[in-house]
C-alpha cells in the first residue's frame, strides 16, 4: 500500500514560487493527482495525470512526477492560492485503492 | 453545469448505521463511475468507495469493507452509501465525487459533503 508523504506546510511571499512534493518509491511510475481544499469547501482537482490542468485552472498551477518524487509548482503565488493541497494515486487494478498525500498547507505571507 | 449535493448526514450512536445520498445533475451520470471519500474534522482525504457506471463493479477501502455499501440508481441521478456498524473513526464529512471519464483514476468533481458524526 502507498504512503504518499507531503511536507505539512509550505510558506510563500505573494508573486514567488511554490512547490509542495508528494513523496513514495517509484511514484514516477503512477499518475498522480493534486487538490486544492479551502476551509470549509470541497477539494478541487488542480492538475491530473502528472501535469495535465483541467479547464479553468490557471496555467500558473502546474505538475511533475518522476523518481520518487512528484511536485505541484504555483508560480506567480496568490493569496487566494492559500489553502491545503492534497497528491492521490490509484494503487492500480491489483490494489484498488485510491490513495491521498498527507496533505500540505500553503501559507502566503 | 456538473452538481453533487449530497444529503442525509446527522448524528448517529456507535453501532448504528446511516444512510447517505448524493443527487447528481448536468452530466450523463449513468456513463460515470462515482467515489465516495471521507474527510475526519482537521483531518486528511481518504476514499471510501467506488462503484462503476453501471453498477456492476464495487470497490471499498479495508477499513469499511462489510460495514459499507455502495449503490446507485442510474435512473434518478441518485448515489447511496449505506454504512453500518458505525464507529467514532466513521466520523467524518462524506464527499461523492465523479471519477475523470475516459478510465482515469483522479476525482473531477466533488459534491459539498454532508457531515456524520457518531456520538452517544
Known amino acids: 500500500s502507498y504512503v504518499l508523504t507531503q511536507p505539512p506546510s509550505v510558506s510563500v511571499a505573494p508573486g514567488q514560487t511554490a512547490r509542495i512534493t508528494c513523496g513514495e518509491d517509484n511514484i514516477g511510475s503512477k499518475s498522480v493527482h493534486w487538490y486544492q481544499q479551502k476551509p470549509g469547501q470541497a477539494p478541487v482537482l488542480v492538475v491530473y495525470d502528472d501535469s495535465d490542468r483541467p479547464s479553468g485552472i490557471p496555467e500558473r498551477f502546474s505538475g511533475s512526477n518522476s523518481g520518487n518524487t512528484a511536485t505541484l509548482t504555483i508560480t506567480r503565488v496568490e493569496a487566494g492560492d492559500e489553502a491545503d493541497y492534497y497528491c492521490q494515486v490509484w494503487g492500480g487494478t491489483s490494489d484498488h485503492n485510491y490513495v491521498f498525500g498527507t496533505g500540505s498547507k500553503v501559507t502566503v505571507l | 453545469q456538473v452538481q453533487l449535493v449530497e444529503s442525509g448526514g446527522g448524528v448517529v450512536q456507535p453501532g448504528g448505521s446511516l444512510r447517505v445520498s448524493c443527487a447528481a445533475s448536468?452530466?450523463?451520470?449513468?456513463?460515470?463511475?462515482m467515489h465516495w471519500v471521507r474527510q475526519a474534522p482537521g483531518k486528511g482525504l481518504q476514499w471510501v468507495a467506488l462503484i462503476s457506471y453501471d453498477g456492476g463493479n464495487k470497490y471499498y477501502a479495508d477499513s469499511v469493507k462489510g460495514r459499507f455499501t455502495i449503490s446507485r440508481d442510474n435512473s434518478n441521478n441518485k448515489l447511496y452509501l449505506q454504512m453500518n456498524s458505525l464507529g467514532g473513526d466513521d466520523s467524518a464529512v462524506y464527499y461523492c465525487?465523479?471519477?475523470?471519464?475516459?478510465?482515469?483514476?483522479?476525482?473531477?468533481?466533488w459534491g459539498q459533503g454532508t457531515l456524520v458524526t457518531v456520538s452517544s
Open positions: 448536468g452530466f450523463a451520470f449513468s456513463s460515470y463511475a
Open positions: 465525487a465523479r471519477a475523470m471519464s475516459g478510465g482515469g483514476s483522479s476525482f473531477d468533481y
